[in-house]
Structures are given as structure tokens and as C-alpha cells.
């Protein structure tokens, strides 16, 4: 079955700090793989995606992430964090089982604050 | 280019009674799936709606009903409320095929008493 870890369920950079969020899954097969951000009540919005092209992928607001096969890992990065940055982040992966409509299988969340 | 749209934005009901979300796909996506999200909690998949049907489901039990209309639009009914059914309810569309990438509206805020 896939699921997916994130490690540590909170991080607190400076600003102007590196940003880096941690996530591991599990799968059977090639996964395509998520990061989703959610500001303070509002819904989720999609930061970048893996979905078996280039293994270093570019998302918005300068977050990019990495598939790293043989670490089953695919954490976000960012170089330099700005406030605006502080939020809860989710990874997910999706379920290779279920054909064309695949559904999404979420880690728990990190949140991430980002200090002055 | 409108996007993921829910109604309504806040609900309190009480326990035992019912309650129907609704969501309106962003234009041109045909698939809608439901999400539930406690506090401090990721998103739980619901199901999923395609063509009129729930095509997926996730472990939610039957007061967990669904509904999707010729015009993609859908709604997530919960019968006999519990206080665990408390939470943030959230709605993503997505294009057959594509249903990996979704797009969510804000959510509606469901607090039962």
C-alpha cells in the first residue's frame, strides 16, 4: 500500500534561511509524486509535482523538489525563505491502482514558520 | 477563470442532524473528489465523482453520501452527525485522466455540536 512520511511536524527557519521539508514514501511501482501548500484557512494549492519526468522539479513561489529514487524521498526546498512562506505543507502520492482517476494519499503535514 | 468554488463557507450543526455541502469544479474539469481534514490533520479522500458516479471511495461509512450533476457540480451530504464529523471539507476537481492533479476550493467548516 503507498503511503507517505513527513519528518518533523513542525519547522521554524529565519528568514533568508534555507527551507527544507522532509518527505519519504512507499510504493510498489513509480509513484507520481505532490506538494501542496495550505495558508491559514484556505484550501490546498498545488506547489509542484513529480509525475516521471526530470527528477528535480521547479514549483511556484521558488520551491523545487527533488525525486530521489533510491532514498524514496522527494523533499522541498527552497533557498531562501520569505515570510509569506509560513504555512502548513503536505506531500502526497498517488495510488497507482486505481487507473486513470487516481486518488491522492497525503502525509500529515508541517508546518513550517518562518522567524523575522 | 473561475476555480474551485464551496458553499457553504462555515456550518454549525448538532448532533444526529444532516448536512449537504456543495462545490463547483474549476471550468473545464469533469472530476470531483471530497477530502475531509481534521485539525492538525491532512487531508482523508472521501470519494470521487466522474460522470455522474462515485467511482472511488475512501473508509467513510455509508452516512458519507455523494452526488454529482450533469454540470460536474457536486454535493457531499452527511447523514446523523457525530462530533468527529467536525472538521474542514474540502473539494478538488481535476480532469479524467489528469484526477492526480487537483485543484481544491477553501473548504467548508463543518462544527457539530
Known amino acids: 500500500a503507498q503511503s507517505v512520511t513527513q519528518l518533523g511536524s513542525h519547522v521554524s527557519v529565519s528568514e533568508g534561511a534555507l527551507v527544507l521539508l522532509r518527505c519519504n514514501y512507499s510504493?510498489?511501482?513509480?509513484?507520481?509524486l505532490f506538494w501542496y501548500v495550505q495558508y491559514p484557512n484556505q484550501g490546498l494549492q498545488l506547489l509542484l509535482k513529480?509525475?516521471?519526468?526530470a527528477t528535480l522539479v521547479k514549483g511556484i513561489n521558488g520551491f523545487e523538489a527533488e525525486f530521489k529514487k533510491s532514498e524514496t524521498s522527494f523533499h522541498l526546498t527552497k533557498p531562501s525563505a520569505h515570510m509569506s512562506d509560513a504555512a502548513e505543507y503536505f506531500c502526497a502520492v498517488s495510488d497507482p491502482g486505481a487507473g486513470n482517476n487516481r486518488k491522492l494519499i497525503w502525509g500529515l503535514g508541517t508546518s513550517l514558520a518562518v522567524n523575522p | 477563470d473561475a476555480g474551485v468554488t464551496q458553499s457553504p463557507t462555515h456550518l454549525i450543526k448538532t448532533r444526529g442532524q444532516q448536512v449537504t455541502l456543495r462545490c463547483s469544479p474549476k471550468?473545464?474539469?469533469?472530476?470531483v473528489s471530497w477530502y475531509q481534514q481534521a485539525l492538525g490533520q491532512g487531508p482523508q479522500f472521501i470519494f470521487q465523482y466522474y460522470e455522474e458516479e462515485e467511482r472511488q471511495r475512501g473508509n467513510f461509512p455509508d452516512r458519507f453520501s455523494g452526488h454529482q450533476f450533469p454540470n460536474y457540480s457536486s454535493e457531499l451530504n452527511v447523514n446523523a452527525l457525530l462530533l468527529g464529523d467536525s472538521a474542514l471539507y474540502l473539494c478538488?476537481?481535476?480532469?479524467?485522466?489528469?484526477?492526480?492533479?487537483?485543484?481544491f476550493g477553501p473548504g467548508t467548516r463543518l462544527t457539530v455540536t
Open positions: 471550468s473545464g474539469h469533469d472530476t
Open positions: 478538488a476537481s481535476s480532469l479524467t485522466g489528469l484526477a492526480y492533479e487537483q485543484y
Open positions: 513529480y509525475t516521471s519526468a
Open positions: 510504493s510498489s511501482v513509480p509513484p507520481y
